[in-house]
């Protein structure tokens, strides 16, 4: 696990930001790079994910910790109980007449329920705008139970959860991250402020593990959605989006929410994307959508399949010229064995959705078994 507060006990505040000076309130944000935020964000609200219960919500809403966007600040934004802020924040914990502070055992928790169940590989706590307001600590613990668990069963005495992150502390005005290690596949998490304050954003990135019955129970499925455990391995170019959209459930729903790459200049060359199946799949028909790509759509597009990591890629869609802002159905003469797809455009542009039509073989249901185990 890691993480990169400068904690010293002698000095509580030393993992304080310094008050709002005006301007930019972004300019002296800490954030880290960290490899695992190439992944999914399990805790999307477009795949489903939701804050389900906290403890205290007295100044900010819970719900504002799966916001897409990045915490907005308005410095003269005051409500009837005090700043607006745009995460989710607690009341100040008392003691008592004896000792004014909070026990060190007390917190404050939200529950999380993860769009997709998954293994997850790394959290960002981001406390963005919280700078002297922050909790002390965090910690965050992960339990699988499947269903639609009310909260009263999550907080069951008989569910099961395991600590991904100790008590750790964390930096004001910062993203937080942790590298998780565990391999199991989780479905909801336990965010706890210790003892309370004020967190911006959580971002749950990893890897998505569905359950194959339902898959099976569903027949025909998409078998590169990430909501079924499609995942994008690769790609040329990422410089106004991820390709990652590509893949997600719904339709998009404006320019940005999809894949769209900067202009190419060298002849001779095109972009492309590479995306690893749910599991080996055979694939029926295949829908690529260029929804709200109006000028700067993809020109054509060619789709290869590859089965197995060291498989020989083999045409899906020869090269194919695609309209702007339109749906595109393609029927394939015969279903194609799968386990990776690249998709090239040309010579570059944008695609908003693919949808891979299809049925998990023998082999990759099997496979998926394995993983849930």
């Known amino acids: 696990m890691t993480t990169q507060p400068d904690h010293h006990a002698e000095n509580p505040h030393a993992n304080d930001a310094a008050p709002y000076g005006g ?22 609200r477009r795949l489903g994910a939701g ?7 007295f100044f900010a809403e819970r719900e504002n910790l799966l916001v897409r966007e990045a915490a907005v600040f308005d410095p003269e934004r ?46 960002v706590v981001d ?15 992960a339990a699988s139970v499947e269903g639609s668990p009310s909260p009263e069963e999550l907080l069951a005495d008989d569910v099961k959860w395991e600590e991904l992150i100790p008590p750790t502390p964390v930096r004001g005005h910062a993203a937080n991250g942790f590298e998780i290690t565990s391999t199991r596949r989780w479905t909801h998490l336990r965010l706890n402020q210790h003892p309370d304050g004020g967190v911006a954003r959580l971002r ?21 959605s990430v909501l079924n455990g499609g995942a994008c391995e690769d790609a040329s170019d990422r410089f106004y989006s991820s390709p990652t959209q590509i893949i997600l459930p719904g339709t998009s729903r404006k320019m940005d929410d999809g894949w769209e790459n900067r202009r190419r200049r060298v002849r001779g060359t095109n972009d492309w994307v590479r995306f690893r199946l749910a599991a080996q799949g ?11 790509l109006k000028g700067n759509s993809a020109g054509w597009i060619a789709l290869s399949g590859r089965n197995g990591e060291s498989g020989e890629w083999f045409e899906i869609i020869p090269r194919t010229k695609l309209q702007p802002d339109t749906l595109h159905r393609f029927a394939l003469p015969s279903q194609a064995i799968a386990t990776h797809v690249r998709l090239d455009t040309f010579p570059d542009g944008g695609v908003a959705r693919m949808r891979l039509h299809g049925v998990l073989t023998e082999e990759g249901a099997a496979a998926l078994r394995a993983r849930n185990i």
């Open 204 to 224: 749950v990135h990893g890897e998505v593990v569905p359950d194959p019955e339902w898959l099976d129970l569903l027949g025909t499925i998409d078998l590169i």
């Open 127 to 141: 406390t963005a705008h919280f700078r002297g307001n922050y909790p002390q600590r965090v910690s965050v613990l």
């Open 282 to 292: 055979a694939i029926r028909a295949v829908e690529i959508d260029t929804a709200y």
């Open 23 to 44: 301007g930019d309130p972004y300019a002296d944000y800490r954030t880290f790079e960290h490899p695992f935020t190439e992944l999914v964000d399990l805790a999307d």
């Open 51 to 57: 804050v389900v219960a906290a403890n205290d919500e």
């Open 78 to 123: 005051f409500g009837h109980k005090g700043k607006i802020m745009d995460g989710w924040e607690t009341r100040r914990r008392r003691g008592t007449d004896a000792d004014p502070f909070p026990a060190p055992e007390d917190h404050d928790w939200a529950l999380i329920r993860l769009g997709a169940p998954g293994v997850i590989r790394g959290i």
